[in-house]
Structure formats: structure tokens, C-alpha cells
């Protein structure tokens, strides 16, 4: 079993930045990979990232790659999403999840609650 809580959501401005954290308890989080998905207003959950559980794989989406860095540190149990130069179509709920390394919300076995990421133009 494993608990997903996740912070560091809030209102910014386009071009401002945001570092969301993730932080997960439970046995199997150091051999669990960690995605991010977000869900903006009206629209179906998307995949953001994902990153193995050694940390040596990383997977983005054409949308926010160059801009957005997934990492972790299994040490603390927390996966981290640096979003840099947020546009306001990066507004959404976003979700961490662990399971199997993928882009598909159905491999995930646990999520988090999600955070809000509100960017104004």
C-alpha cells in the first residue's frame, strides 16, 4: 500500500514557475515509478511525466517537455515536478500516482488528491 500526498500548488503567473512535491509513505514507493497527470476544467485526465524507480528513466509529454523536470529522491520518499515558464494552458489539477512505468493513467495503482496549478495570462 502506498499514500500520495502531494503540495506546492498555487496562482501564478505566465512564465513564473512552480516546484510540486509529492510526498509518498509506505514499503513500496523505492520500487514503485511515479507519474504526474493533471486534469484541467471540462477535460480528461492527461499524462505530464513519469520517472522509474532508480530515477534513470524519465518519460514527458510533447507538451511540457523542456519545461517541466521530473525527479526523486527515494531517500525522502518524494517525487518532485519542477514546472518552469508555466503558460495558462498548464492550469489543472495535478495528480501523483505510483506503479508500473507508463503514460497510462490505468497502470497506476495509487493516487494522490491532487493540487491545483492556476496560471494567469
Known amino acids: 500500500q502506498v499514500q500520495l500526498v502531494e503540495s506546492g500548488g498555487g496562482l501564478v503567473q505566465a512564465g513564473a514557475s512552480l516546484r510540486l512535491s509529492c510526498s509518498a509513505s509506505?514499503?513500496?514507493?523505492?520500487?514503485?515509478?511515479m507519474g504526474w497527470f493533471r486534469q484541467a476544467p471540462g477535460k480528461e485526465r492527461e499524462f505530464v511525466a513519469a520517472i522509474s524507480w532508480s530515477g534513470r528513466t524519465r518519460y514527458y509529454a510533447e507538451s511540457v517537455k523542456g519545461r517541466f523536470t521530473i525527479s526523486r529522491d527515494n531517500a525522502k520518499n518524494t517525487v518532485f515536478l519542477q514546472m518552469n515558464s508555466l503558460k495558462p494552458e498548464d492550469t489543472a489539477v495535478y495528480y501523483c500516482a505510483a506503479g508500473p512505468m507508463s503514460d497510462s493513467e490505468d497502470s497506476y495503482d495509487y493516487w494522490g488528491q491532487g493540487t491545483q496549478v492556476t496560471v494567469s495570462s
Open positions: 509506505g514499503r513500496t514507493f523505492s520500487n514503485s515509478a
